[in-house]
């Protein structure tokens, strides 16, 4: 039996080489698992600030956006009361000139039967 002895000692010592190779094994792999736990923990953190920043972001964009499409119907607005101001104001100007050459002649003496009667006494 020592033969057998032998060989279970040899065993046990292969085994408890494996066992210990095994728990070396163990050991490395629990260091990397804490190690990728805690990177997935900063970027877990990390998406959480990125995603507050992006939502805060996003919500600034829309009203920056809805500001800018506000200051563009004004702009437009003005735009076209600004075209409808020179029109009107081309307008009046037509009209001021028009009347102010029916006055011209109204009160032309030339024109006037008061102007023809004080010419005519001129010549008399």
Do not use: C, F, W, Y
């Not at 877990?44 to 200051?71: C, K, N, V, W």
């Not at 600004?82 to 003496?109: A, C, H, W």
């Amino acid at each position: 039996m020592s033969g057998t002895g032998a060989a279970l000692r040899g065993h046990h010592a292969a085994l408890q080489e494996g066992l210990s190779e095994l728990r070396a094994r163990r050991d490395e792999l629990n260091g990397r698992i804490q190690a990728e736990e805690a990177e997935r923990g900063r970027l877990q953190a990390r998406i959480a600030t990125l995603s507050r920043r992006l939502s805060d972001t996003s919500e600034s964009l829309a009203g920056l956006r809805s500001t800018r499409a506000h200051i563009d119907r004004t702009i437009a607005e003005m735009d076209l009361a600004s075209g409808e101001i020179l029109d009107n104001s081309q307008t009046l100007l037509d009209v001021l000139k028009k009347e102010m050459r029916d006055l011209g002649k109204i009160i032309d003496p030339q024109n006037t039967s008061l102007g023809q009667r004080i010419r005519r006494q001129k010549r008399s």
